[in-house]
């Protein structure tokens, strides 16, 4: 069986924790073999991600896996979460540049993930397993794909044990990528990160912003059902458990869900591939 992990924000109030408990109870039983949890622009969620991490850990029993960017940060701050996150047990983290906040002028002491890749070795060397991100359709700040293929081998090189993909939905695209790293020397598991459609009209404006493309035909259709909510449901499951299905039987090494916190569309797809 196919690997999978599943990701989560931090709740930041009462009504979002219980949200999160309810999901990831209803998620455990797929026996993931992480559960991570992201890390706010700029440190937003500075508090709010050691402590999901901490309740997955100690309310839920799974491997709570901390996000952490080096954007707006000093070393001394990231010293300090990496020393809070061995305390709690954890030994993976999932390692990211992030993106700098509107009106926030320092970038911080670290500028690239694979500058914040290589102090983490600096510092604790291979205690952690260390992901970092993938771009199958290129990153939205790219100049192009071969520089964006380079940058991402500077962060392989750096210490980096595995990635996880932005989400897609084209297949060829993540095959493609694989193809390209290896070709670079690039070894290390390349894992798909999947994005269940729930919200289409959300997703279609988050997919703009961040690069993810997605096909026109799959757009014409969520267009075409309109307020059909129930037709949505059924079709997006069936799109994103087909792109699932072709990963696997492509040899993706595991599976990245991006949740949004919510379980139902996730039970969906993983139904439909069992």
């Not at 939905?169 to 990528?177: L, T, V």
């Not at 990963?247 to 599976?255: H, K, R, T, V, Y």
Request: contains cysteine.
């Amino acid at each position: 069986m196919t690997p999978i992990s599943f990701e989560f924000y931090p709740p930041k109030t009462d009504e979002q924790r219980a949200q999160l408990d309810r999901t990831v109870s209803k998620l455990k039983p797929h026996a993931p073999q992480f559960m991570s949890v992201t890390f706010g622009a700029g440190g937003s969620t500075l508090s709010q991600t050691p402590e999901t991490v901490q309740r997955l850990r100690d309310e839920h029993g799974v491997a709570g896996v901390p996000h952490l960017t080096c954007v707006g940060g000093t070393r001394e701050e990231i010293r300090g979460l990496l020393n809070l996150y061995r305390g709690l047990g954890c030994d993976r983290i999932v390692a990211l540049r992030g993106d700098l906040p509107s009106g926030m002028a320092r970038s911080g002491d670290l500028r690239y993930a694979s500058d914040l890749v290589a102090f983490i070795r600096a510092e604790h060397g291979d205690y952690f397993h260390l992901e970092v991100a993938a771009y199958p359709e290129m990153h939205p700040q790219a100049d192009d794909a071969l520089i964006d293929l380079r940058h991402f081998k500077t962060k392989v090189d750096a210490g980096a044990n595995s990635a996880i993909t932005q989400y897609f939905y084209n297949a060829d695209a993540y095959f493609r990528f694989v193809d390209d790293a290896r070709k670079q020397g690039v070894n290390i598991p390349i894992v798909p990160g999947i994005m269940p459609i729930s919200n289409y009209s959300q997703l279609r404006r988050f997919s703009e912003s961040c690069g993810a493309q997605i096909p026109r035909w799959v757009d014409q259709r969520m267009r075409a059902f309109g307020d059909d909510a129930h037709a949505v449901r059924e079709f997006a499951s069936d799109v994103v458990s087909s792109l699932c299905q072709r990963l696997i039987d492509g040899g993706a090494p595991s599976l990245h869900f991006y949740t949004l916190n919510l379980a139902k569309p996730i039970n969906s797809i993983l139904q439909r591939l069992s």
